[in-house]
């Protein structure tokens, strides 16, 4: 009965320690760093660096295009500015465009200082450092200032609506918005794990991240212009989740919109490009 005993809390001891060491893992993404630059497309560009609220100094590119209106693109989780399924790709866009570009890694992400990320918490100090960053070293770029983001820079776009006055308007591609429910989908995306694991995963995960609010709880907030996209074949976020943070933003927000397409989780720009880009340009030539 002893060894029986024994061998039952060897077992519970090691799932615990496998817990820790995912939720360790989730919470310290590896870092994406690419090689290409602005460059490519003929455009000269400044290697930036500056620093947060909470200390920590972050990396990225400043791309003056000759515009009072900058464009602030925000990768996702474990991707950086050098993402080439989404980020590039806007990148080149918005440049294209006639808007000036600044873009950089978010904390714990490509070349940017920071342990673990907060999926979306802290990441608006990392935005409101970068137009902080703007402001006094090009205040003639900073006249508009717009965001585009990304899974949890859609997170982050959504939170910066409402915490930053700065921010005009915001696109927010494939967003959580229930954070359990994204983590849980989350394992199985990310790591190939099962769904159930995410309850013994999660308390872990505040230790080393803290706890993020859901986005559902900003739809009586956000009261300027949002332009909503998600895909119906989206692995990680609900179509029903997103519409049902419209339908709420909406009875507030006269400039909020919603479209939803047929691709998986930030994939519209890739399957729909034209579409993508005759949409949210039009969003921004009227916003922006």
Not at 56 to 80: A, C, E, F, Q
Not at 133 to 161: C, D, Q, Y
Not at 180 to 190: E, I, M, P, W
């Amino acid at each position: 009965m002893g060894s029986l005993l024994g061998a039952l809390v060897f077992l519970l001891l090691l799932f615990i320690l496998f817990a820790v060491f995912v939720a360790y893992k989730m919470a310290k993404p590896p870092r994406f760093i690419g090689d290409w630059t602005p460059e490519e497309w003929g455009f000269d560009y400044e290697e930036m660096t500056f620093e947060t609220s909470d200390g920590l100094k972050l990396s990225g590119w400043w791309i003056p295009n000759g515009s009072g209106k900058t464009v602030i693109p925000l990768h996702g989780y474990t991707r950086s500015r050098w993402d080439d399924v989404y980020m590039k790709q806007t990148t080149e866009f918005l440049l294209k465009e006639g808007y000036n570009v600044l873009t950089f890694d978010f904390r714990a992400h490509g070349r940017s200082e920071g342990k673990y990320t907060s999926v979306g918490r802290d990441e608006v100090k990392d935005v409101e450092a970068a137009i902080r960053w703007l402001k006094k070293n090009h205040p003639e770029a900073a006249e508009s200032i717009a965001l585009i983001g990304f899974s949890m820079g859609a997170i982050v776009t959504i939170r910066s609506l409402v915490e930053l006055e700065e921010v005009c308007c915001g696109v927010a591609d494939s967003p959580p918005i229930y954070l359990d429910r994204t983590g849980a989908r989350s394992l199985k995306y990310f790591a190939n794990l099962p769904e159930w694991l995410y309850p013994f995963v999660k308390p872990f995960g505040k230790l080393f991240s803290g706890e993020t609010k859901d986005t559902i709880e900003l739809a009586d907030k956000v009261r300027k212009p949002l332009l909503l996209i998600v895909g119906e074949t989206d692995p990680l976020i609900e179509v029903d989740e997103v519409r049902e943070f419209y339908e709420r933003n909406r009875k507030v927000n006269p400039d909020v919109e919603l479209w939803v397409t047929d691709s998986p989780h930030v994939r519209t720009l890739k399957f729909h490009p034209e579409e993508w880009k005759a949409r949210v340009g039009d969003f921004l030539r009227r916003h922006l």
